[in-house]
């Protein structure tokens, strides 16, 4: 599976934003997706997850409430809308996707098979 991830930019503070995901060579509809995100100078932050139905979502905690992940398996897509952005979440954002992740494997980076190249996100104050 191929993702690219798009839809970065600079934004102000309080502003809205919304990354997008494209899949391409495999079955994307039977994964589980996710969205993660690294700062500079930080490790890799689980975002949000949607298993393959579009069920079981689950939000990393700084962005419950203000992003929401939706996937659209006829078109092998996965958005990430993201409001009231802040400046702590300025990172490269990363879709991701894998086969046969449990639940207790949902937040881990290493449970993802595919992952796209990343897309910036960088709020001002």
């Known amino acids: 599976v191929q993702l690219q991830a798009s839809g970065g930019g600079l934004v102000q503070a309080g502003d809205s934003l919304r990354l997008s995901c494209a899949a391409s060579?495999?079955?994307?509809?039977?994964?589980?997706v996710a969205w993660f995100r690294q700062a500079p100078g930080k490790e890799r932050e689980f975002v949000a997850s949607i298993r393959r139905s579009g069920g079981y979502i689950y939000y990393g905690d700084s962005v419950k409430g203000r992003f929401t992940i939706s996937r659209a398996n006829a078109k092998n897509t996965l958005d990430l809308q993201m409001n009231s952005l802040k400046p702590e979440d300025t990172a490269v954002y990363y879709c991701?996707?894998?086969?046969?992740?449990?639940?207790?494997?949902?937040?881990?980076?290493?449970?993802?098979?595919?992952w796209g190249q990343g897309t910036l996100v960088t709020v001002s104050s």
């Open positions: 060579g495999g079955a994307f509809s039977t994964y589980t």
């Open positions: 991701a996707a894998g086969p046969g992740i449990i639940l207790s494997s949902i937040k881990t980076e290493r449970a993802y098979s595919y």
